[in-house]
């Protein structure tokens, strides 16, 4: 039998319904929108003789389709053939891995974090948070046949970089380029924001079926973090002696410094830019007494927190500088970056050997688990 509902206990029963909903309605709020990051030129030098410090890009990623991709095991490594002794002519530049910014406001773009010469010379970048020095050391024959023994073991000689599918392109990417009896060399859409925080992409589009990661093998992971976290036992500051000066309208707000206390004028510097077409131009290389004074008075407009723009009548001129390492060639008219060796810089006239006595490097700890995304729980 169905029993009558009065209608006080009726008008009980909607009012407690009403209250459940209105809750459940106050917990699905939406989840506020993120800003993609952006990058704010702020150029740093110091004088000739001094470490130079620079500062990592903030990454600015240009979103496009990509297919999703599905996580399958965590991968494993490739089992690499017996090391063997090689004899070789090596390059100029024996390894290189670098940063590269093709969003940046000046062709600038390369900014290396561990270069190894023929030579045997070292010099890398080491940062305690975004302010980052240039170190050198001499390595001797052994210490460079250990990297080049771990490269090769690695199975990075053999790395596909088209197994590499990150879900965005055109941001700032890691360069890695290997020459040594094997060549290789590759260019990673945000492999280092990848590697030190899988959901970061997630996080940033505020998605819960956002497209998976790209595959990042042991071979390029541990190659990565060889170089990335390299611990000479001697180093000291590097010290450079020529400064690429890039000359261009203002585009950063800010009221002109006045250009004095150089014996360089802002006038030359800025003639000595053009090129012969008009819609061109070209870093100025400056050494001695007035690359140590430019990059002083670059360096004192952007401590004080003034863009590094300067007046000189009838001029009104932004400039930005780095400086360069050894073999490192500033942008010419029409290139588009500065370039790390230069095309013209001289073969070595010795050769280079390496044993599989030399033994292999150590890879530090954190890459030798591998690579295991982590999910991101919105």
Same mark, same amino acid.
């Given at each position: 039998m169905?029993?009558k509902?009065s209608?006080? !206990?009726?008008?009980?029963l909607m009012a407690?319904?009403c209250?459940?909903?209105?809750?459940?309605?106050a917990?699905m709020t939406?989840a506020?929108?993120?800003?993609?990051?952006?990058?704010?030129?702020?150029?740093?030098?110091?004088?000739?003789r001094?470490p130079?410090p620079?500062?990592r890009?903030s990454?600015?990623p240009?979103?496009?389709?990509?297919?999703?991709?599905?996580p399958?095991p965590?991968?494993?490594?490739?089992?690499?053939?017996?090391?063997?002794a090689?004899?070789?002519?090596?390059?100029p530049?024996?390894?290189?891995?670098?940063r590269?910014?093709? +969003?940046a406001?000046?062709?600038f773009q390369?900014d290396? !974090?561990f270069?190894l010469?023929?030579?045997g010379?070292?010099?890398l970048q080491?940062?305690?948070? /975004?302010q980052?020095?240039?170190?050198?050391?001499?390595l001797?024959t052994?210490?460079?046949c250990?990297?080049?023994?771990?490269i090769?073991q690695?199975?990075f000689f053999?790395?596909?970089?088209?197994?590499?599918?990150?879900?965005?392109?055109g941001?700032?990417?890691?360069?890695?380029?290997v &020459?040594?009896?094997?060549?290789k060399a =590759?260019?990673l859409d945000?492999?280092?924001?990848?590697? *030190?925080?899988?959901g970061?992409f997630?996080r940033?589009q505020?998605?819960?079926q956002?497209?998976?990661g790209?595959q990042i093998l042991?071979?390029?992971? &541990?190659?990565?973090?060889?170089?990335?976290r390299?611990?000479p036992v001697?180093e000291?500051?590097?010290?450079?002696?020529?400064l690429a000066?890039w000359?261009?309208?203002?585009w950063?707000a800010g009221?002109?410094?006045?250009?004095?206390?150089?014996? +360089?004028s802002l006038?030359?510097?800025?003639q000595a830019?053009r090129?012969?077409?008009?819609?061109q131009s070209?870093? =100025?290389? +400056?050494?001695?007494?007035?690359?140590?004074?430019v990059?002083?008075? =670059?360096?004192?407009?952007?401590t /004080?927190n003034n863009?590094?723009? !300067?007046s000189?009548?009838?001029l009104?001129?932004q400039?930005q500088?780095?400086w360069?390492?050894?073999?490192e060639a500033?942008?010419?008219c029409g290139e *588009?970056?500065n370039?790390l060796?230069?095309?013209n810089?001289?073969t070595p006239?010795?050769t280079?050997?390496?044993?599989?006595?030399?033994g292999?490097?150590?890879?530090?700890?954190?890459?030798v688990?591998g690579?295991?995304?982590?999910?991101y729980?919105?």
């Open positions: 169905v029993k509902i209608g006080v !206990f009726l008008i009980i407690a319904l209250t459940a909903i209105s809750a459940c309605q917990t939406p506020p929108s993120s800003e993609t990051p952006t990058t704010e030129a702020s150029p740093s030098a110091t004088s000739t001094r130079i620079t500062q890009p990454p600015t240009s979103l496009t389709t990509a297919p999703s991709l599905t399958g965590s991968p494993t490594s490739t089992p690499q053939p017996t090391l063997s090689h004899t070789w002519q090596p390059a530049v024996l390894i290189q891995a670098a590269r910014d093709p +969003l406001h000046s062709p390369l290396p !974090f270069v010469y023929a030579s010379e070292l010099i080491q940062c305690q948070g /975004n980052c020095g240039l170190f050198s050391q001499q001797e052994g210490e460079v250990r990297l080049l023994n771990r090769d690695s199975g053999d790395y596909d970089p088209a197994s590499y599918q990150p879900p965005e392109s941001g700032p990417s890691i360069a890695i380029q &020459n040594a009896w094997r060549s =590759v260019d945000q492999l280092d924001q990848w590697i *030190a925080d899988p970061w997630a940033q505020q998605c819960k956002c497209p998976a790209p042991p071979a390029l992971l &541990n190659t990565y973090d060889l170089l990335s390299y611990q001697e000291k500051p590097y010290v450079a002696d020529r000066v000359v261009s309208q203002p950063l009221t002109p410094q006045p250009w004095t206390g150089t014996e +360089l006038t030359s510097l800025y830019s090129c012969s077409d008009p819609q070209q870093a =100025v290389v +400056l050494t001695g007494s007035e690359a140590g004074q990059s002083e008075l =670059v360096d004192a407009a952007t /004080n863009a590094p723009i !300067f000189e009548d009838p009104q001129l400039l500088t780095r360069l390492f050894p073999l500033a942008p010419g *588009a970056s370039t060796p230069a095309a810089a001289p006239s010795f280079l050997s390496c044993q599989p006595a030399n292999l490097a150590d890879i530090p700890t954190s890459a688990s690579y295991t995304p982590t999910p729980v919105p």
